[in-house]
């Protein structure tokens, strides 16, 4: 596949209502992409939802994809179902898909630049500390999977095989917890631990695997370095890379979470950005009754 048709857009959703913010992010990312192919992932018991989701849009493309409810369950069930090569081979028909996840926004339709790079996976870029960036902020690399654009076939690649991913684990926490050794061996055997040599995959957070251990278990996976990525998207220390690159990024995550003060500013500054996607959203919680 070639040009648009290349990229699905998936849209987890777990719930049976919506808080506003979640509605405006629904709402901008089916905006943002009218010609796309949309899936919105969820449970069984949020069907009645996501059927009116999709009458109330009349997108031509956006469509509802039911899965298990034990992938929602929480957040170590969806972790462990985005680091299964079977979630990945349900989408084998295109050559990549792009995580939108409800508290993300896009600012721009520009999808296709990412597509066109050399890489594998994309993500809003992590500084050391993760969650927490340690002071001075240093770059750590890989991405948040929140908001996040993976070529399907080499995750699928990559999930098929077997391996014992300690030494990458073990050299991931050490990266990632400068001067910190004995808190670093500490996480890497709950890692191990954790993983039992049951499987391919140890337990942990899903983009952490593709940002730092995928790459060591196959070379030719690709991570978008953060010089790159935070064009792509901004996650923490929004401030900091938007003084790197002058400009916004394709889109962000946990906006609310991270640096609200810096968000508000930048939609105060340019009311346009969000302005078509906070007018649906308002007349779709009207419409749907959504009081979350």
């Given at each position: 596949?070639?040009?648009?048709?290349?990229?699905?857009?998936?849209?987890?959703?777990?719930?049976?209502?919506?808080?506003?913010?979640?509605?405006?992010?629904?709402?901008n990312?089916i905006?943002?992409?009218?010609?796309?192919?949309?899936?919105?992932?969820?449970?069984?018991?949020?069907?009645?939802?996501?059927?009116?989701l999709?009458?109330?849009?009349?997108?031509?493309?956006?469509?509802?994809?039911?899965?298990?409810?034990?992938?929602?369950?929480?957040?170590?069930?969806?972790?462990?179902?985005?680091?299964?090569?079977?979630?990945?081979?349900?989408?084998a028909?295109?050559?990549?898909?792009?995580?939108?996840?409800?508290?993300?926004?896009?600012?721009?339709?520009?999808?296709?630049?990412?597509?066109?790079?050399?890489?594998?996976?994309?993500?809003?870029?992590?500084?050391?500390?993760?969650?927490?960036?340690l002071?001075?902020?240093r770059?750590?690399?890989?991405?948040?999977?929140?908001?996040s654009?993976?070529?399907?076939?080499?995750?699928?690649?990559?999930l098929?095989?077997?391996?014992?991913?300690?030494?990458?684990?073990?050299?991931?926490?050490?990266?990632?917890?400068?001067?910190?050794?004995?808190r670093?061996?500490?996480?890497a055997?709950?890692?191990?631990?954790?993983?039992?040599?049951?499987?391919?995959?140890?337990?942990?957070?899903?983009?952490?695997?593709?940002?730092?251990?995928?790459?060591?278990i196959?070379?030719?996976?690709?991570?978008?370095?953060?010089e790159?990525?935070?064009?792509?998207a901004?996650?923490?220390?929004?401030?900091?890379?938007?003084s790197?690159i002058?400009?916004?990024?394709f889109?962000?995550?946990?906006?609310?979470?991270?640096?609200?003060?810096?968000?508000?500013?930048?939609?105060?500054?340019?009311?346009?950005?969000?302005?078509?996607?906070?007018?649906?959203?308002n007349?779709?919680?009207?419409?749907?009754?959504?009081?979350?």
């Amino acid at each position: 596949m070639t040009g648009k048709a290349s990229c699905c857009i998936l849209i987890p959703l777990y719930k049976q209502d919506l808080t506003a913010d979640e509605s405006l992010s629904l709402a901008n990312t089916i905006i943002r992409c009218p010609d796309r192919v949309i899936f919105i992932l969820h449970p069984p018991h949020c069907q009645k939802l996501v059927n009116q989701l999709i009458a109330w849009f009349e997108h031509p493309q956006l469509q509802s994809y039911c899965l298990p409810a034990s992938c929602f369950s929480g957040i170590a069930s969806y972790n462990c179902m985005l680091l299964l090569s079977d979630f990945y081979a349900l989408f084998a028909a295109y050559e990549w898909i792009l995580i939108v996840q409800l508290d993300a926004l896009l600012f721009s339709a520009n999808l296709d630049f990412f597509l066109n790079q050399a890489y594998d996976y994309w993500g809003a870029p992590f500084f050391l500390g993760i969650d927490q960036p340690l002071r001075p902020l240093r770059l750590l690399g890989g991405g948040n999977g929140g908001l996040s654009l993976r070529r399907v076939k080499p995750c699928i690649r990559i999930l098929a095989r077997s391996h014992w991913l300690y030494p990458a684990i073990r050299q991931f926490e050490h990266d990632s917890l400068p001067s910190q050794f004995f808190r670093a061996e500490y996480r890497a055997l709950c890692q191990v631990f954790s993983f039992g040599g049951r499987g391919s995959v140890p337990s942990m957070f899903e983009d952490l695997f593709w940002s730092f251990i995928a790459p060591k278990i196959d070379p030719k996976f690709q991570v978008a370095p953060p010089e790159q990525a935070m064009y792509f998207a901004f996650e923490t220390e929004p401030f900091d890379l938007r003084s790197r690159i002058g400009v916004l990024p394709f889109g962000c995550h946990g906006w609310r979470r991270h640096s609200p003060l810096f968000w508000e500013e930048e939609f105060k500054s340019n009311p346009a950005l969000m302005f078509s996607a906070l007018q649906a959203s308002n007349v779709l919680r009207s419409d749907l009754n959504l009081e979350a």
